[in-house]
């Protein structure tokens, strides 16, 4: 955002207003009855769904919709005739700064931080959708932001709502499971593309996309039809992964009932590519088919946590105390937490614990409710986030929350790619047998205080991805 927009609006915001919004009065100044006006980008798809958890009251009016693709928006627009449409984010900050109170984004990752940071810097209260951010710079920089202005935010995984989080640690800090030394996560995901090779084709520019917005900080490169709709979720260039998608919902649970931190290491193996007969292909512009990661935390309570994350149809080992006719996770996925003196499994969509082996839930004396529950749980989560905006309290995933767990996820992305990297041998060139460095695998130490790699200079890139000109942060 140009430094004139700001000064410009900044002057506009002193002297007048097209509507009033709710932050003019004051913090903790907010009458009941008051509305919290709303600017939403990224209205189709999965934007829809979240507008439509927000618009669970009337306390909520949306002033502006904005998206690049007028075909995935158009269900929306026609929801909300009223209210201001257009494409480019940028005009929403410069005509309606003032008409908004909050926003809400759903765009593809890459998209986040760079739609996010002027809104925020200007005050505006912001619901997020996971991942926070598209890189580990990005999600320090908006955590700092949000702390520094005062505003609500939320970042869109449910799970941080549930009553079962909640429940799973109440029963660890009671001492059920005595200290955590492991904690097994995974997911049916990827459901879209991946370990594929970068289109290269140039398709037609659909009539209803504008196509250089939606690429926004991406570098610019020719439309293809494999990358939209969904399926940029496998490009690093604007997603982050099976890992990026879920690993905001899975891990969430043992990052918030642990306490847990930045980690102090990370390391992968993922899903190798072939072309033909026993030759390597290079196609680290996507993320891999599958992988596993581990993390690993420090903790005052427990001491050292394994986090280890499988995606891709991998799975972890089923506990011994399993019985046959028993199973561990659901469709999407899950989590088990081992301890010192049981093991809790919490399934992915219900978010509820449960021990094993399972006789031990008819012994278990569950210790008194006492952490604040969220009403309506996940499916009040985005009512949550309205909740604090015009109560002046704070969402069940903030930033301060959400943001160091989108920086964990984050971590597991740069050990995958720190994988996928793998330079030529000397003389070889592709084609040749193995022409690829093996492996890959490279264990990433990572100084979370000062975020920075401390053993893989190359990685360091990542931290703070790239932008194309004219659109940096």
């Not at 590519?273 to 290079?282: H, L, Q, S, T």
């Not at 996940?378 to 969402?395: I, K, P, R, W």
């Not at 084609?431 to 979370?448: E, H, L, S, T």
């Amino acid at each position: 955002m140009k430094r004139r927009s700001f000064i410009k609006n900044s002057v506009a915001a002193a002297t007048t207003f097209s509507i009033v919004p709710s932050f003019v009065l004051g913090k903790n100044h907010i009458p009941p009855s008051d509305t919290l006006y709303v600017g939403a980008f990224g209205v189709g798809g999965r934007g829809a769904g979240v507008i439509k958890g927000l618009d669970g009251t009337k306390k909520v009016k949306f002033s502006v919709l904005c998206d690049v693709d007028d075909r995935m928006a158009s269900d929306t627009y026609k929801k909300y005739p009223s209210a201001k449409k257009y494409k480019d984010f940028r005009k929403v900050y410069d005509n309606h700064l003032n008409d908004i109170d909050a926003i809400m984004i759903a765009t593809p990752d890459h998209m986040h931080a760079s739609i996010a940071l002027p809104f925020m810097r200007a005050k505006k209260h912001a619901y997020v959708e996971k991942p926070l951010t598209h890189n580990i710079n990005e999600a320090r920089l908006m955590t700092t932001i949000a702390k520094e202005n005062g505003i609500v935010t939320q970042m869109g995984n449910q799970g941080a709502s549930s009553d079962g989080s909640r429940q799973a640690k109440e029963w660890i800090k009671s001492g059920v499971l005595g200290k955590i030394y492991k904690v097994d996560c995974w997911t049916n995901r990827p459901v879209w593309p991946q370990g594929v090779s970068a289109p290269t084709q140039k398709n037609k520019v659909p009539k209803e996309l504008d196509w250089n917005l939606w690429l926004g900080a991406a570098a610019m490169r020719d439309y293809n039809d494999a990358y939209l709709p969904f399926k940029w979720r496998g490009f690093w260039d604007f997603g982050t992964g099976a890992l990026g998608d879920m690993g905001c919902h899975i891990i969430e649970s043992p990052f918030s009932v642990l306490d847990l931190d930045y980690p102090t290491e990370a390391e992968a193996s993922c899903t190798t590519n072939w072309i033909g007969d026993f030759v390597e292909a290079n196609y680290s512009k996507s993320c891999p088919a599958s992988s596993i990661v581990r993390l690993k935390f420090n903790t005052n309570e427990h001491g050292d946590i394994a986090l280890n994350w499988y995606d891709g149809g991998l799975l972890p080992d089923l506990p011994d105390e399993l019985k046959d006719a028993e199973t561990i996770g659901d469709g999407g996925g899950g989590s088990v937490f081992y301890g010192s003196r049981g093991i809790m499994v919490m399934d992915t969509y219900s978010n509820n614990p449960r021990l094993l082996p399972s006789e031990t839930m008819s012994l278990l004396n569950p210790p008194k409710p006492y952490l604040k529950r969220i009403p309506g749980g996940t499916s009040g989560h985005q009512q949550n986030f309205v909740d604090a905006c015009l109560s002046g309290g704070e969402a069940s995933s903030d930033f301060k929350r959400s943001g160091p767990l989108t920086e964990a996820v984050l971590m597991g992305n740069l050990a995958i790619k720190a994988f996928q990297l793998k330079e030529l041998k000397e003389g070889k060139k592709i084609g040749d047998w193995a022409p690829f460095n093996y492996p890959g695998r490279r264990k990433i130490m990572w100084d979370g205080a000062n975020m920075r790699v401390t053993n893989f200079e190359k990685a360091n890139e990542w931290v703070k991805g790239s932008y194309r000109k004219g659109w940096e942060l």
